[in-house]
């Protein structure tokens, strides 16, 4: 007759080989679409960049790094590059010290119905399409009959040519950008001011310590979670945004307003250049990846309470 402990041992044997099976059959599906959607993608991407790769060719020819090396001699390359950064440089920065404000403000209003009245107005941008919103953008920075510029001319000013200056292009398209993209982190925000425990800010009037200290040494602190989780989102979705340059510029004027993710659209299904887009697509890649882990390392925050 087997002993207590080994019924013991074998009861454990028994739950471990439950929760494996468990484990296997629950992530099994999950790898496979990851497999299926993100590794294989990758790979063939990468693959392609080393092919002069025409899908209306029979014809594709290995060129090695030859589209990589292009890519250095391109002008239009470098001036979408430039582009990119400049757009994730005022744009990112720009969504978080907005929505951090507008979190802030929420969060002090009491009536639980009209905080919540506000969140859902500023999300409810967020459930439009962005193509959609940029078409309706597109009618409101129209130099001749847009709203902006009747609104000018109604109080004395000139009007401006939201998406035909080469100076105001970019900005326009970040303006569009930032009010359609705003509703996600407020509520994001939001979630992280609500965890704050209380007891902080209560501490912080005893000492008579004012808003910006109480801002400065306790909310922003205590948020550098929630702010790490959002800057490295809100980088990764802007440099992948297509739609709103596509519609509202097209690149356009003089290639001031051309990123990465349209580039590598115009050459994959405009010119068929299949080979070159996907040496662009591994350069943002790369780029994703590489800014994913500086803000991961650079942003650590180690507290708790």
């Given amino acids: ?76 390359f470098k001036k979408t590059f430039w582009n990119t950064f400049k757009f994730i440089i005022i744009a990112v920065p720009g969504n978080i010290f907005l929505t951090l404000f507008i979190a802030i403000g929420i969060s002090k209003i009491r009536s639980r ?48 040519d939201w998406l035909t200056d080469p100076t105001m292009a970019m900005y326009s398209v970040i303006i569009m950008t930032l009010w359609a993209d705003m509703g996600f982190n407020i509520v994001i925000f939001i ?12 501490a912080a009037d005893l000492d008579g310590a004012g808003k910006w200290d109480r801002f400065r040494n306790i909310t922003v602190p205590l948020l550098s979670r929630t702010t790490l989780f959002i800057t490295i989102m809100t980088s990764l979705s802007y440099f992948q945004m297509f739609p709103q340059f596509q519609v509202l510029t097209n690149g356009e004027p003089q290639n001031e307003t051309r990123v ?34 500086i803000q991961l390392r650079v942003g650590k925050s180690n507290w708790e309470y």
Avoid at 19 to 41: A, C, N, S
Wanted: proline share 5%; hydrophobic share 50%.
């Fill in 260 to 293: 990465l993710a349209l580039s590598i659209y115009d050459h994959a299904f405009k010119y068929f250049n299949m080979g070159y887009a996907s040496a662009i697509a591994t350069v943002l890649f790369l780029i994703i990846l590489i800014i994913t882990i």
């Fill in 1 to 76: 007759m087997p002993s207590k402990e080994n019924q013991h041992q074998k009861t454990l044997s028994d739950l471990y080989k439950k929760k494996r099976q468990f484990i296997f059959v629950t992530l099994t599906p999950i790898m496979v679409l990851f497999m299926i959607f993100f590794v294989i993608p990758i790979v063939w991407g990468l693959l392609l960049s080393l092919y002069q790769y025409n899908p209306l060719n029979a014809n594709s020819p290995f060129v090695g790094l030859e589209n990589f090396k292009e890519l250095l001699r391109d002008d239009v």
């Fill in 191 to 202: 979630a992280g001011l609500n965890a704050i425990p209380e007891m902080f800010y209560e």
């Fill in 113 to 160: 119905f009209f905080q919540d009245t506000f969140r859902t107005l500023y999300f409810l941008p967020c459930i439009a399409p962005l193509a959609a919103s940029a078409v309706v953008w597109s009618t409101l920075f129209n130099s001749d009959r847009g709203l902006f510029n009747m609104i000018l001319t109604s109080i004395g000013f000139s009007g401006i």
